[in-house]
């Protein structure tokens, strides 16, 4: 009996991720995160309101309605990023994850990349990119590594649903 081809650990973690953006609530761009440590994941987020509040799939997007574009005006959107919603799940549950990785399926914006920054994640695992130079020379400055995955997802059967 052959073995199959396993899929890689930053594979493995996307496709996770990926998974997790199927949670997401916002109506213009589902986003997932896993924060992993050692190879094992610590907390997961992806994009929608706080806790207890109406979601954009069920009051609209203010964002959307004002034809503001991607990247612009991020106070004014209701939704928790996915990035910020793994970084608060793992405060709220006590986790340490100075020195994780956080695997998500786009490039964090720059108010994420600070909090990524702060909290001590050593690498940034992405496969979309986002519009935002500010995110990346922050990234660069602070030594946090960034990697685009060319590939989404790797699986067993080479196919992939997300």
């Known amino acids: ?21 199927g949670r997401s609530t916002c109506l213009r761009r589902q986003v997932g995160a896993v924060l992993v440590k050692e190879k094992q994941i610590l ?8 806790s207890g509040l109406l979601h954009c799939d069920e009051v609209g997007c203010l964002r959307q309605s004002l034809g503001i574009p991607s990247g612009e005006r991020h106070e ?19 986790v340490a994850i100075a020195g994780a990785d956080l695997y ?6 720059v108010q994420c990349t600070k909090m990524i920054i702060n909290a ?10 986002y519009p935002d130079q ?17 590939e989404k997802c790797e699986t067993r059967d080479g196919k992939c649903d997300t």
Request: charged share 15%; with cysteine; proline share 4%.
């Open 43 to 50: 907390s997961t987020g992806y994009n929608g309101s706080p």
């Open 1 to 21: 009996m052959t073995q199959e081809k396993r899929p890689s650990w930053d594979s493995y973690f996307m496709q996770l991720a990926f998974v997790v953006a």
């Open 120 to 129: 001590g994640i050593r690498r940034v695992v992405y496969t979309h990119s």
């Open 76 to 94: 004014i959107c209701r939704a928790v990023h996915a990035e910020q919603n793994a970084l608060v799940q793992a405060a709220k549950h006590g």
């Open 104 to 109: 998500t399926t786009v490039q964090p914006c």
């Open 134 to 150: 500010l995110a990346v020379a922050m990234a660069g400055e602070a030594g946090l590594e960034l990697v685009q995955l060319e």
